[in-house]
């Protein structure tokens, strides 16, 4: 089965400051697909930034940007210009290109301080 | 925007009880799922669910867990017989097809406390 690690459980960054939350996965698929989830607390996940396998250029989605890196397999979110609003869990999750569940890692805290 | 909803946002109940975890999925969705994250654990994928079956199981869905689609709006997750073990949050999820690019949107979840 793919494992997704997420070796942060816990960040912080100054307001307006650059974080980079890590995420690793281990499989054998070539085609799949990545997520970052954003949870805020006592509100439901949503999706942050998604990335297919086959794509070489780095998925973008206004201040979050991800660093994917195949060979490696690593899927790192980076958030620029941090705001207060993204404090949250964010969760890496994956996607085989043939089944519909996701795997998760098990998240990093992410703490904003004005 | 359309949220998918979950209600209790708590339950707790007496291990042997059976428990029913409810959700309104996105109207304009086919494809349903429960997934659960116990304390300080990864969130696990449990079931899908599309055009009145189960469409993907994980092992961790055994014969105490049932969905259903009872009418148009609501996809509930039973547990026959809960056990101390099932303690969790319970996230539902909904998307519009099963496409790999589809994105699965989440519910606020329910937290599970057996005791």
């Known amino acids: 089965a793919q494992t997704v690690t997420q070796s942060q459980p816990e960040m912080s960054v100054q307001e307006a400051e650059t974080v980079t939350l890590s995420c690793t996965y281990d499989?054998?698929?070539?085609?799949?697909?990545l997520f970052w989830y954003k949870q805020p607390p006592s509100r439901q996940m949503i999706l942050v930034i998604r990335?297919?396998?086959?794509?070489?250029q780095n998925a973008t989605e206004n201040r979050f940007s991800v660093n994917f890196q195949k060979a490696a397999k690593s899927f790192s979110l980076k958030i620029s210009d941090s705001q207060l609003g993204d404090a949250a869990m964010y969760f890496c999750?994956?996607?085989?290109?043939?089944?519909?569940?996701?795997?998760f890692g098990t998240g990093t805290s992410l703490t904003v301080i004005p | 925007e359309p949220e998918v909803t979950q209600t209790p946002s708590h339950q707790v109940t007496q291990m042997g009880q059976e428990v029913i975890l409810r959700c309104v999925p996105i109207?304009?969705?086919?494809?349903f799922y429960w997934y659960r994250q116990i304390l300080g654990q990864k969130v696990e994928f449990l079931v899908s669910?599309?055009?009145?079956?189960?469409?993907?199981k994980s092992e961790i869905f055994d014969d105490q867990f049932s969905v259903e689609r009872p009418d148009g709006s609501n996809f509930t997750l039973k547990i026959r017989s809960t056990k101390l073990e099932d303690s969790a949050m319970y996230f539902c999820?909904?998307?519009?097809?099963?496409?790999?690019?589809?994105?699965?949107?989440f519910g606020p979840g329910t937290r599970l406390t057996v005791l």
């Open positions: 999820a909904s998307s519009e097809w099963e496409t790999h690019t589809d994105t699965q949107y």
């Open positions: 499989t054998s698929e070539s085609d799949y697909y």
């Open positions: 990335q297919e396998a086959y794509k070489q």
């Open positions: 999750a994956y996607r085989s290109d043939t089944g519909n569940q996701f795997y």
């Open positions: 109207s304009n969705h086919l494809y």
């Open positions: 669910f599309y055009n009145n079956e189960i469409s993907e």
